[in-house]
């Protein structure tokens, strides 16, 4: 394993000063909102917009947040072809692709992170989907609950690497930069978000006790709440999981991200600092299946 490659855990991703630049929380693309009156995190007059950056991806192993802490420009991904389907005109993926499969979600659990996916296409993809969501969640900024993600989405030869690597990472510096207190907890009056959710995903290869998923995330991250300086925004990334199958589940051996692809962003108002606030805490999140 190494810790020199620039984009991802792998040859894969690093971070820069900018705490909000998403998984395991921060790793984005800066939208500029509109100008408003008021004092919150949400009405008031936007910074000027950023080039866009990739969030940090914390599901991967060989290259993991360095200790600079934040994220490096991302460039363009693969993007593989196969019966999956990519972007590219002509080749366009099938219904079986995004179509419900008929066979039943998982009903284990290790801990609070689904478990016990089949041993085949379907149960890689949404083995893939499921990491990326408790990855990419505010649980990654608590130590405690950190290990237990870490432990139960990766390969064990693997975990007690990533886990230093990621104390480092998440430092008292780091998590002041993105708003929460030293210990990782979020200041009185406001509301942390960091989520990930899956758009879909892509096999991009396959062999027996090994799998290549590519899944096409949204996520968001930032501080809900009066007087909020980070408010909460959106962005779009994809996430390339190489799995490997042990114990009878899939783990992930290493990972990387890539920025977008991003669609047009819509006209709908930008909502107050307490509607995201009392979003974020009346939905909860959900676990993903096809």
């Known amino acids: 394993m190494s810790l020199d490659d620039?984009?991802?855990?792998?040859?894969?991703?690093?971070?820069?000063?900018?705490?909000?630049?998403?998984?395991?929380?921060?790793?984005?693309?800066?939208?500029?909102?509109?100008?408003?009156?008021?004092?919150?995190?949400?009405?008031?007059?936007?910074?000027?917009?950023?080039?866009?950056?990739?969030l940090v991806t914390v599901v991967g192993v060989v290259v993991l947040l360095i200790a600079a802490i934040a994220f490096a420009n991302m460039g363009g991904g693969g993007k593989n072809d196969n019966d999956g389907g990519s972007g590219s005109a002509g080749n366009k993926p099938g219904a079986a692709s995004t179509a419900a499969t008929g066979t039943k979600p998982v009903t284990g659990k290790n801990g609070s992170i689904p478990s016990g996916f089949a041993h085949d296409e379907q149960g890689a993809q949404s083995a893939a989907s499921n990491y990326a969501v408790a990855l990419g969640s505010d649980g990654m900024f608590n130590a405690v609950t950190r290990r237990s993600i870490v432990r139960a989405t990766h390969d064990p030869a693997v975990v007690e690497t990533l886990l230093a690597d990621l104390t480092k990472a998440y430092s008292p510096g780091f998590l002041k930069n993105v708003g929460l207190n030293d210990d990782g907890t979020t200041p009185s009056g406001l509301t942390f978000v960091s989520r990930t959710i899956p758009v879909g995903t892509k096999v991009v290869e396959r062999s027996g006790d090994t799998a290549t998923i590519e899944v096409w995330c949204t996520g968001l991250v930032g501080m809900a709440g009066q007087g909020s300086t980070k408010p909460v925004t959106a962005t779009w990334f994809t996430i390339s999981e190489k799995l490997k199958w042990v114990g009878g589940d899939w783990r992930i051996e290493s990972s990387s991200q890539t920025e977008g692809p991003t669609p047009v962003n819509g006209d709908n108002r930008a909502s107050t600092a307490d509607e995201i606030a009392g979003a974020v805490e009346g939905y909860g999140g959900f676990t993903y299946a096809r």
């Open 6 to 54: 620039d984009n991802g855990y792998g040859n894969d991703s690093g971070r820069t000063d900018d705490g909000y630049s998403t998984i395991g929380g921060t790793r984005q693309t800066r939208t500029r909102l509109p100008d408003g009156e008021g004092g919150d995190g949400y009405n008031a007059s936007r910074r000027p917009a950023r080039g866009s950056r990739s």
